[in-house]
């Protein structure tokens, strides 16, 4: 979980460790998630690294969730397939990146 005032400048992200896919294709990400803010300033996405995290490549960005992240949101699922570049590949890895530009809290 990632709490931050309305009135900070972040970007932040959260690596997975290294995963092998090297027996595996099809691969898809299956998560729920409560991101909130403001729409285009505010956002979530996934990356995805073939080499361990050295590189990383943009996956998807996550929509707003409904309702507030706090007290109480409303989680959402989604369902995102791993780009085919991922199959068969040893050194796989998630990273997801929160960004909140909004500085004035508005």
Not at 39 to 52: C, Q
Not at 60 to 84: D, F, H
């Amino acid at each position: 979980v990632y709490l931050q005032n309305a009135n900070s400048v972040t970007d932040k992200r959260v690596e997975s460790s290294v995963m092998d896919f090297s027996n595996y294709t099809n691969v898809s990400l299956s998560l729920n998630y409560l991101t909130n803010g403001v729409p285009g300033t505010d956002y979530a996405e996934i990356n995805f690294s073939l080499d361990g995290g050295a590189t990383w490549s943009f996956m998807g960005t996550l929509a707003q969730s409904m309702g507030t992240c706090t007290p109480k949101g409303l989680w959402t699922s989604k369902s995102v397939p791993m780009p085919i570049s991922s199959w068969g590949e040893t050194a796989v890895k998630l990273g997801f990146r929160w960004r909140n530009g909004n500085a004035t809290g508005s």
